[in-house]
């Protein structure tokens, strides 16, 4: 994945009556990466957004879309983003297929195939002739990101997208965004209150709280243990041998011997190395598990259980 980035927020500041909304927020987002925002309810993550697409001011602070300044060259800038920013804007009176139709004339370069492209790609074939009166909230989020990624955008973002969509348009949704960071380079930003979504779905999470940057961390990282690390039981025998191996293997792993094998603190990538150890010592093993932290454990554990949007 490249480290180029597609976006740069520098010292990004918003107050409101002496109240400071986001406090100096600093990150980076390169291309092909799935990005998450988290943060409880106020913590700031809609007015950073709203800020990012030119949708409120800044009080301080820049933000960078491929070298262009929101602040400075706003249509330049816009040119490279797709987005929905709480809920898509469609016209009701009109049919799927004429919303995306009206969008792409005041975009120059879109063709019809492009427009029959983003339609099979959310999977609205069947209904796209429509009315949008006619469409579920799940069908309309599909229009709209279908209206958001019409001009081959170089980020989208996205403020919660999974709303109203069931459990397979989700899925569907998530492997499109995973598609569209992979093998398009497309820097994908989300924001959302499904933990377990934006853990299978996301590269990297910023979390921030009282408008300040809390962290950015790997997803991997976080639910291996926050520190890279994971509690690993393995079931092994015989028990006295096995523990021995580990512990030469891992002298800082606190190895704990227990019936039918034992368990060991270990960074996350060094577990096949400790099996390989374990198997050339001509220890049977029967299993090895990790019992790694979810996304919404480590959420939780940052915020001090704050509530999430």
Do not use: W
């Not at 706003?74 to 929905?84: D, L, N, T, Y």
């Amino acid at each position: 994945m490249s480290q180029q980035p597609v976006v740069q927020l520098r010292q990004v500041t918003k107050r409101i009556g002496g109240k400071t909304l986001v406090d100096h927020l600093s990150f980076d987002v390169p291309k092909g990466e799935v990005f998450g925002f988290l943060g409880p309810n106020g913590a700031g993550k809609t007015t950073t957004i709203r800020m990012m697409v030119g949708l409120i001011s800044m009080s301080e602070g820049e933000v960078l879309v491929n070298g262009l300044s929101v602040n400075k060259e706003f249509e330049r800038a816009m040119k490279h983003v797709g987005a929905i920013v709480e809920n898509p804007e469609l016209y009701k009176f009109l049919t799927g297929y004429q919303n995306l139709v009206h969008f792409a004339r005041m975009i120059p370069g879109i063709s019809g195939e492009r427009i029959e492209q983003v339609i099979r790609l959310v999977k609205l074939e069947n209904r796209i002739h429509d009315k949008v009166k006619t469409y579920s909230l799940g069908m309309r989020q599909r229009l709209g990101v279908a209206q958001a990624i019409l001009h081959k955008p170089d980020v989208l973002i996205l403020d919660e997208p999974t709303n109203g969509l069931d459990p397979e348009g989700i899925r569907e949704l998530r492997d499109y965004l995973r598609h569209l960071a992979k093998e398009e380079g497309t820097a994908v930003i989300v924001s959302s209150h499904l933990l377990s979504e934006m853990e299978l779905m996301c590269d990297r999470v910023a979390i921030i709280q009282n408008g300040k940057l809390v962290d950015v961390r790997q997803v991997r990282d976080m639910v291996a243990g926050g520190d890279g690390q994971a509690q690993v039981t393995v079931l092994a025998e015989p028990a006295a041998l096995a523990a021995s191996v580990a512990a030469k293997a891992v002298p800082n792993g606190s190895v704990q011997e227990q019936p039918g094998g034992f368990t060991v603190s270990v960074d996350y990538g060094d577990i096949p190395a400790l099996v390989r150890q374990l198997v050339l010592a001509e220890v049977s093993v029967y299993g090895v598990k990790a019992a790694s932290k979810t996304l919404e454990d480590q959420f939780l554990e940052m915020t001090r259980g704050g509530q999430i949007e």
